[in-house]
């Protein structure tokens, strides 16, 4: 409600997804990579019944990540079935939606390096997407929050690691499949690594919540979290590194000059 300026959670929700049909899928990005920091299945499971009490039918309701181990590891029940929440990996043993080999992703100008191919759980089998990421930095990007999440969205992406990801992010969330389809980003902020990430243990419990539908703001005051944490500490500023999310809003994905980003924030105890 407080993200869409809503009184009702049902208004909010129909904000979200104003043109949304009976039986259109929404599917949500995990991340779940880091089993020490993941996306809450607390959080997911509050977020999908939300939606469900709205009129989404459970079984149009699709959690996924690069593999079912991955959820299992979180405690996901992996589910794949006509009914309930369906809950699986792009990899899933029984059950293999895989890549979508029907067309490239153009990351790098004139040459498909790794042959980057989309999910096809985004490609095929979802409407609307819901990325909920964790916040994290990354020994590379500088951070790994809304739009690199979603290098858990196709085949291959240790080949787009190279200059800080940078344009490959940018580029990756500039295609349709991802910039058209997404409504909303969860930035799962309940804890938080602001070193040693993204595979460390987490650092600090801001006991947050980024609620948004542009990811590029999302991310913007991500790094802004993390790097106030590190800055505090003594550590070095990871804002060189980061420069994916600049790329983004060069190429008009959304803002990253706060003066444009209406923050508001309420505490629930």
């Avoid at 020994?139 to 080949?159: E, I, Q, R």
């Avoid at 500023?237 to 923050?263: D, F, Q, V």
Wanted: glycine share 6%; hydrophobic share 35%.
């Amino acid at each position: 409600k407080l993200a869409m300026n809503t009184s009702t959670v049902d208004e909010a929700w129909k904000k979200v997804f104003p043109k949304y049909k009976p039986n259109e899928v929404i599917a949500f990005k995990l991340t779940c990579l880091n089993p020490r920091c993941s996306s809450h299945k607390e959080l997911v499971y509050e977020i999908t019944n939300s939606l469900i009490r709205w009129g989404v039918k459970p079984n149009n309701i699709i959690l996924f990540e690069r593999s079912a181990w991955e959820l299992r590891r979180q405690r996901y029940r992996i589910n794949y079935k006509s009914r309930g929440i369906r809950c699986f990996g792009t990899s899933n043993p029984g059950y293999n939606p895989g890549y979508d080999k029907s067309f490239n992703i153009p990351l790098r100008d004139g040459l498909f390096i790794g042959t980057p191919h989309f999910s096809k759980v985004l490609s095929k089998m979802c409407d609307y997407i819901i990325n909920v990421p964790v916040l994290k930095n990354h020994s590379d990007a500088g951070v790994t929050l809304a739009m690199k999440n979603h290098y858990g969205s196709f085949n291959n992406p240790s080949a787009f690691h190279d200059d800080h990801c940078d344009p490959y992010i940018a580029k990756l969330n500039a295609h349709p499949v991802i910039k058209n389809k997404t409504k909303l980003v969860v930035l799962d902020a309940l804890v938080c690594i602001y070193k040693n990430g993204p595979g460390g243990y987490p650092n600090v419990l801001p006991k947050s919540i980024l609620v948004g539908t542009d990811p590029v703001a999302v991310d913007t005051m991500g790094l802004m979290m993390i790097e106030d944490y590190r800055i505090k500490r003594g550590l070095s500023s990871i804002m060189n590194k980061s420069k994916h999310i600049a790329t983004a809003a060069e190429m008009k994905l959304g803002t990253n000059n706060p003066a444009n980003i209406k923050l508001i924030k309420k505490e629930i105890s």
